[in-house]
């Protein structure tokens, strides 16, 4: 068994120049038999086991990403490529706009909630503050975890 060791800060941080969200968490991947699984400080998740959520969100900030820098001209343009529906590519990039800290809690599994892809693609505001007070309404209740901030 080979073990390949990443060690680091988990970090947050908003690239303005590439209108970029970068995560850095540490993590190990494990191998076994020919098959890989991360294993990060909290849980063992390997790629088939990311949550729906995590990946929708990633996913809309992809798509927009080629729309903004018009290699697609239009979401159904993007859409026939993907080989998806315009529907589906509308929805996620609406993930992004959700306010900051709520992306922040849904990809570093932080918050005093949890929220579902299923919960996200219903219509939800556009202010954030309003999105805080909408989705915690009807979240799924996480454990409460301690903080280290100063």
């Known amino acids: 068994m080979a073990i390949v060791k990443k060690a ?3 970090t947050v941080e908003f690239l303005e120049e590439e209108n970029l969200i970068k995560v850095t968490i540490s993590i190990k991947i494990i191998r076994r038999g020919g ?35 018009e290699k697609f001209k239009s979401v159904r343009e993007l859409a026939e490529k993907e080989k998806t529906d315009k529907a589906r590519i509308s929805k996620f990039i609406r993930l992004t706009c959700l306010a900051p800290d ?3 809690a849904i990809l570093c599994n932080t918050g005093a909630w949890v929220l579902t892809l299923k919960d996200c693609l219903k219509p939800f ?14 979240a799924l209740t996480a454990p409460t975890q301690s903080t280290g901030q100063q």
Not at 35 to 56: F, N, Q, R, W
Not at 125 to 138: D, G, S, T, V
């Open 35 to 69: 098959k890989s699984t991360i294993k990060t400080p909290d849980d063992v998740i390997g790629y088939e086991e990311m949550e729906a959520l995590h990946k929708a969100l990633i996913q809309g900030h992809r798509w927009i990403k080629l729309l903004e820098n």
């Open 8 to 10: 680091g800060v988990e």
């Open 125 to 138: 505001p556009m202010l954030w503050a309003e999105q805080r007070n909408h989705f915690a309404k009807f």
């Open 102 to 104: 709520i992306q922040e």
